[in-house]
């Protein structure tokens, strides 16, 4: 089924997510203060709005309560972000998505009772600094300040030895929750499970944990 989304502020961010919606046949309705930004997206959204998002009349004659799913991409107007962020959820907006520009606005997205805050820069320059560390890291996703899941490549020291052999949980306190092998994804695999070179393990954990774990197993 169908969600109806709205993407209020089509800068790099909102307007990769308009398109991406868009291309994936979703209704998109694109809402920018710029008129010249709306111009760019007439032919990409279903439909586009120029209206300041800080204006509560202007959200409600848009009837933005109606969308399944909102999303704030303001970035550099940190008053207008919250402000927007004030009014959709009085409104009651099924689900509501902002873009953080800071900690500090992070902080108070989430204290008005935002339902999902990003922080896209953030977040990828910490799954990039990963990668950076080594190519077998291929990716990190944060799930709260001291846990995350990590996509690693079976390391050296990994090679042609079970899971109950490296026993990964008992010595590193972190769990395997899936391991891929090409196109195959095994999930919760069985402990005889042995690895094989270019297996990926998704990896969930402590951060300290699965630090430890990469530093043993994972970087060559
Ligand atoms: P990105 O990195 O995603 O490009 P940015 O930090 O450059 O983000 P801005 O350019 O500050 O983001 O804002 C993104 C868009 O939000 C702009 O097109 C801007 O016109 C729009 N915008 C800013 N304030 C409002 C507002 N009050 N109502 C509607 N749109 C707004």
Redesign the pocket.
């Known amino acids: 089924m169908n969600k109806d989304f709205a993407v ?9 997510i308009c398109r991406e919606l868009s291309k994936e046949g979703m209704h998109v309705l694109a ?4 008129e010249e ?1 709306i111009n760019e997206y007439k032919n990409i959204a279903y439909h586009t709005v120029l ?4 204006d509560e009349d202007a959200l409600k004659e848009i009837g933005i309560s109606n969308f399944d799913h909102v999303v704030v ?5 940190i008053q ?2 919250i ?2 962020a004030v009014i959709l959820t009085d409104m009651g907006v099924n689900k509501i998505t902002v ?1 953080a ?1 800071n900690d500090y606005h992070e902080k108070i997205l989430n204290k008005i009772g935002v339902h999902q805050v990003v922080h896209p ?1 953030r977040d990828m320059g910490k799954r990039l600094a990963h990668n950076f560390i080594s190519s077998n890291i291929l990716d990190y996703l944060e799930l709260s300040d001291d846990h995350s899941i990590v996509e690693v490549k079976a390391g050296e020291r990994m090679i042609g030895k079970s899971l109950i052999e490296l026993d990964i949980r008992a010595n590193f306190g972190c769990n395997i929750v899936a391991i891929k092998k090409g196109h195959e994804i095994n999930v919760s695999p069985s402990a005889d499970q042995e690895l094989r070179e270019g297996d990926v393990l998704i990896v969930i954990g402590a951060d300290k944990d699965i630090t430890r774990f990469e530093r043993e197993l994972v970087i060559d």
């Open positions: 209020i502020g089509l800068g790099r961010f909102g307007g990769s809402i920018d203060s710029d930004r209206a300041d998002s800080t991409a303001i970035g550099e107007n207008a972000s402000l927007t873009k520009q820069e």
